[in-house]
């Protein structure tokens, strides 16, 4: 017989991403809907933990869909990762009569989410992350936004290297996987795109496309760089060494992280948030949201954190047949 939910927590775990907020105001209004009573926890396992756990209403999610960041706010808690740490966070939830739990976040929080699950607290993960790493589904909350913050930088970065003919190295967050670079690199007009899922570490190929673009009339030279390879100061001076031509090195950094969410990210984050209460509902437990094929699924946890992710290969052959 399904556990019939009577109170949900709702927590944000590691990165923040925008559109979180989105999913935090469906978590809580779509329960509150079906008659259940809603507990906010604070800055991730860590405030679990502590015991920083609030009373959620209708109003306290008022006026913030279109806010970045998140009103939880989040943190990364080692505490969380032992045994004991889990015990303790699952016999706060029963504490305060918290039977079922979401937790936004990415592959680490969806690990806690499955220790809380065989803790008898049932549990459902929303992908939280602006990085698009999460194997199990197409979209993440956040990297709509992120991707075009970072588009939106890169265009005015090359404003400036046109003027001045340099050569530009921008890197762009993703931790260890380049699909915020790969999507700026088509959306920017890259004229490289380094991607740590493929590249092999050929820097002098790399200056010797520079120096041919120079020669063919090419003003400036647009490298969208991965996190994951990241280095990207002292390979603008190598490069500058090189090919005689001014490089500069521009990290992007946590400016992706922030500002208003897009569309997308609201309504997909929102469609999300409702879709973990209906699961909870059900008596489900240890399910990740995902997208795929256009449509809303959910996951076992132990599954999708096995499954494995990487570029889509025909997307980076037609994104080397663009650049030049």
Known sequence: MAKQVKTIGVLTSGGDAPGM???????????????????????????????EIVDMTSTSVSDIIHRGGTILYTARCQEFTTAAGQQKGAEICKKHNIDGMVVI????????????????INTIGLPGTIDLDIACTDYTIGFDTAVNTAMEAIDKVRDTSTSHERCSIIEVMGRNAGYIALWCGFANGAED???????????????????????????????INAEGIGHSSSMAKRIEAATGIETRATILGHMQRGGAPTCKDRVYASIMGARAVELLCEGKSNRVVGYKHGEFVDFDIQEALAMTKDIPEDQYQISKMLVR
């Open 193 to 223: 795109i380094l991607l740590p899922e493929r590249y092999d570490g050929d820097e002098q190929a790399l200056i010797n496309r520079i120096i041919e673009n120079r020669k063919r009339g090419k003003k400036h030279h647009i490298i």
């Open 105 to 120: 976040g990415g592959d680490g929080s969806f690990r806690g989410a499955g220790k809380l699950s065989a803790l008898g």
């Open 21 to 51: 907020n989105a999913a935090i105001r469906a978590v809580v209004r779509t329960a509150i809907h079906k008659g259940l009573v809603v507990k906010g926890i604070m800055r991730g396992y860590a405030g679990l933990l502590q015991e």
